[in-house]
């Protein structure tokens, strides 16, 4: 799977949008790019997921580039709850069920 | 949907005994997985089942660690003589084939040795 990069962490006052970049320049075409959260002492949960295309769902939006090289997660009204670590990882086939591997992430901070 | 459920949350044991996690998954998941989690770091993959096969036990940390699923359902995973280092957070996930593109996490199991 490809690596990802991104910032260890990051701020963000409540109510505002948080913009959670990542980088994943040797993606391969057949790769999608996950997102993933693990609020303190809990499970990783399910964020959002996408191949090219942008995509949104009930929590946050996913920005791709035109080159699939970087993406954005954007929270777009922060709430405290939403202090997290936040994980970006890329992916073969999604029906393959490979496991997730997952880096260090960006903590986010959400002040009030 | 129950979620993944994982026992016991917690565990403080002394370093040289057995400990051994249990995993329910997700009904009709049939893929399992474990991570290790250490303090700082993101989950660290360890291995998975599909169904009652394991596919993929190449990163398991050592030769302590042993996970099994007989029946395809539940999946326990157990740690020989224990370390301090194996002081960790283990995670257990599931998924099915056709089922969506998500993979479930349970809350973890914490071990503490002492």
């Known amino acids: 799977d490809a690596k990802t990069t991104q910032p260890p962490s990051m701020d963000c006052a409540e109510g505002r949008a948080a913009n959670l970049p990542c980088n994943h320049s040797?993606?391969?075409?057949?790769?999608?790019v996950y997102w993933y959260r693990q609020i303190h002492s809990q499970g990783p949960q399910y964020i959002i997921h996408?191949?090219?295309n942008n995509e949104t769902n009930e929590m946050a939006s996913l920005i791709i580039t035109e080159d699939r090289k970087s993406s954005t997660l954007i929270l777009p009204h922060a709430t405290l709850r939403d202090t997290a670590v936040y994980y970006c990882?890329?992916?073969?086939?999604?029906?393959?069920?490979?496991?997730?591997?997952f880096g260090k992430g960006t903590s986010l901070l959400v002040t009030p | 949907d129950t979620g993944v459920s994982q026992d016991p949350r917690h565990k403080i044991t002394k370093r040289g005994q057995n400990v051994t996690f249990r995993c329910d998954p997700i009904?009709?998941?049939?893929?399992l997985y474990w991570y290790r989690q250490t303090l700082g770091q993101g989950p660290e993959f360890l291995t998975y089942?599909?169904?009652?096969?394991?596919?993929?036990k190449s990163r398991l940390l050592s030769d302590r660690f042993s996970a099994e699923r007989p029946k395809g359902s539940f999946s326990t995973l157990e740690i020989q003589r224990t370390e301090q280092g194996d002081s960790a957070m283990y995670l257990c996930?599931?998924?099915?084939?056709?089922?969506?593109?998500?993979?479930?996490f349970g809350e973890g199991s914490w071990l503490t040795v002492v």
């Open positions: 990882i890329v992916r073969l086939n999604s029906n393959s069920g490979y496991a997730l591997n």
């Open positions: 040797t993606i391969s075409g057949n790769e999608y």
């Open positions: 996408g191949l090219k």
């Open positions: 009904s009709e998941h049939n893929r």
């Open positions: 089942f599909q169904n009652e096969a394991q596919l993929e």
């Open positions: 996930a599931s998924w099915r084939p056709g089922g969506g593109n998500t993979i479930y």
